[in-house]
């Protein structure tokens, strides 16, 4: 016994119902990323520290290269220990606040003498360094 189907398929339905079931998803989406970027963020409030820091406002940035010899950057300028201790030294703004970058590479030694001698003309010292990822 042959059995024949009533219902013929179109050739042309099999590439329309993915197009539409595509778009449909496109519609979804960007109906449900428009009312995420418009709902406001959670809030998050911090517990209050000692530690915690508020803004720099007129920090001055170190920089450290660990390049074969190291050179420190101060105002985009290459510039020697002993002339960046100076200029430090002659710094009269009542906000002293020092942010020293040095490369993952750079010398420790280097470094910490840079931050004890900031430390010891009254500069609150802020290291910045990369996260490890």
């Keep these: 016994m042959k059995l024949e189907r009533t219902f013929r398929f179109s050739p042309a339905a099999f590439g329309i119902i993915p197009l539409i079931n595509v778009l449909f998803l496109v519609l ?3 109906e449900m990323g428009s009312r995420f970027i418009l709902q406001p963020g959670v809030q998050v409030a911090m517990p209050s520290t000692f530690y915690a820091l508020g803004p720099q406002r007129n920090a001055q940035i170190v920089s450290i290269t660990a390049s074969p010899a190291p050179v420190i950057y101060f105002r985009d300028q290459k510039i020697t220990l002993a002339d960046l201790l100076r200029r430090l030294g002659e710094n009269e703004s009542a906000e002293r606040t020092l942010i020293v970058k040095a490369d993952k ?18 500069y609150s010292v802020i290291l910045a360094g990369r996260i490890a990822q």
């Design 28 to 30: 979804v989406f960007f």
């Design 105 to 122: 590479n750079a010398p420790v030694g280097l470094r910490d003498e840079l931050v004890n001698e900031a430390l010891r003309r009254g």
